[in-house]
């Protein structure tokens, strides 16, 4: 496994719109995914989507089966692939939280999201995902597609009283990660 370089917004590669995966269970998606775990898991993320790496497909990968050290007070989000999705909002509802990303280190903002969503989409097996999520695990859902359509979350904010340095917003907050 190897960690891959993380691509900081203001590189194009991040704005592209992600081309869907055509072939499953091959060798080079399975080495992909497991790298993109790795990486994830290096710097404590509750997310990564491919184009984050500069590859330029639709796969996301989330969850960790236990508590981020990012985001230690979120709930648990199952460990996720997730290839081609499709997100599917159940209602209007928003929910306003703070969010950050590894391609935007150093800072937290709030951001709207829908509270309530369906996604579906399938694993690096080609087997089907369909799920009905709320909350956090929705937010993060939310998040990591929108890597595939060219999104980073700031362009999502809307107001910038409530966009900071994570140091300065959270100066007791313990994270061993970089941002
Ligand atoms: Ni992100």
């Not at 508590?67 to 929910?95: F, M």
Request: aromatic share 8%; hydrophobic share 40%; glycine share 8%.
């Amino acid at each position: 496994m190897t960690i891959r370089e993380i691509l900081k917004m203001g590189d194009a590669r991040l704005l592209r719109i992600a081309q869907p995966v055509t072939t499953f269970d091959t060798d080079e998606l399975h080495v992909l995914i497991s790298d993109m775990f790795y990486t994830m898991q290096s710097v404590n993320g509750a997310g990564l989507a491919a184009p984050q790496i500069g590859i330029d497909l639709q796969v996301v990968i989330f969850g960790s089966d236990q508590i981020n050290l990012r985001y230690p007070n979120a709930p648990v989000v199952p460990r996720t692939v997730l290839l081609n999705p499709v997100i599917t909002p159940l209602s209007v509802e928003e929910d306003s939280d703070w969010e950050g990303c590894l391609s935007v280190p150093g800072l937290r903002g709030v951001v709207p999201r829908f509270s309530h969503i369906r996604y579906t989409g399938f694993d690096q097996y080609g087997d089907p995902i369909d799920r009905t999520v709320e909350g956090f695990h929705a937010r993060v859902v939310q998040h990591e597609c929108d890597h595939l359509i060219g999104k980073l979350y700031p362009m999502r904010i809307r107001d910038f009283g409530q966009f900071g340095y994570t140091e300065v917003l959270f100066p007791g907050l313990d994270v061993n990660a970089d941002d």
